[in-house]
């Protein structure tokens, strides 16, 4: 899938385009995406980085990093993504101004975006809008019960397993493996320390057990209190991995949440807590 973040970046072509923020890339984003796919044009995704409510002063905790997000779209077919840097001067541009240079200025020809979609100065412009500058448009309604609101709430309570369903995949804890403490290893269980994005969705503290590079994993986030942490912690230990992961991105998915983070009487208590959560990460059923 070929990335622009201009639209001079894009060769001008007929296009079917699917038009929203996709944080997530969730079942109604995709119901999105697919109502541009299958018109005998491009298919293409416009979508904006950072998120428009950062940009505009409204706290936002986000579904999935824009790699992550553009590794989803690549996977629903999509051609091309226009990828616009989203600033308070973009947020200002007239919505037929921001029709002109980024949707019909590439070749625009149908576009689809859900029903409660605005774009331009002061959300004034929607896809009636489009329809009346000359495109073709599909107005996609939301799918009952399935908003990345609740999505972000289910996660926040440690519901991995029903915020998949509205995903239609594993939510996703997604970083940089770090240097940690190595006291994993010295338990008999080394994990991958990882460094995530400050703007990510984390969900409730705890251990999860999910996968990561086709291995079962048993996953602690919090901030180990064990061992008197304060700084939150994503560690993933992964089951018969043998390898290097220093440096390495790596997404890791949370099918289910086991239990809280808790303090044991000994070394040998958690040691052997650690080996039920490896045998519930064996027994684990993808969502």
Request: proline share 5%.
């Amino acid at each position: 899938m070929k990335v622009a973040r201009t639209p001079s970046e894009l060769e001008r072509r007929p296009r079917a385009i699917a038009l929203g923020t996709f944080d997530g890339v969730h079942l109604g984003h995709r119901t999105v995406i697919e109502a541009a796919n299958g018109e005998g044009l491009t298919p293409t995704v416009v979508t904006f980085d950072p998120h428009p409510r950062q940009v505009l002063g409204y706290g936002v905790e986000l579904l999935a990093t824009l790699e992550r997000r553009l590794e989803l779209l690549a996977e629903l077919d999509v051609e091309e993504t226009l990828v616009v840097p989203f600033t308070l001067e973009v947020a200002a541009l007239q919505p037929d101004e921001f029709a002109a240079s980024h949707l019909l200025g590439i070749g625009g020809e149908l576009i689809a975006a859900g029903e409660s979609f605005r774009f331009g100065n002061k959300r004034r412009g929607d896809l009636e809008l489009l329809r009346r500058l000359g495109a073709r448009t599909k107005v996609v309604p939301l799918v009952p019960g399935i908003s990345s609101s609740e999505i972000r709430t289910l996660v926040a309570d440690g519901e991995v397993r029903a915020a998949a369903a509205m995903l239609g995949r594993p939510f996703e804890v997604e970083g940089t493996v770090v240097s940690g403490d190595a006291r994993g290893g010295t338990l008999g269980f080394p994990t991958a320390n990882l460094r995530a994005d400050p703007a990510a969705l984390m969900p409730r503290y705890g251990i999860y057990v999910g996968e990561a590079l086709g291995h079962r994993a048993a996953i602690s986030i919090g901030v180990n209190p064990h061992f008197g942490g304060e700084e939150r912690r994503i560690e993933a230990f992964l089951l018969d991995y043998e390898g290097d992961l220093y440096g390495r991105r790596l997404v890791v998915e949370l099918w289910d949440r086991l239990r809280d983070e808790a303090v044991f009487e000994s070394e040998a208590a958690l040691v052997a807590q650690i080996a039920r959560d490896v045998d519930a990460a064996r027994a684990a059923t993808r969502p």
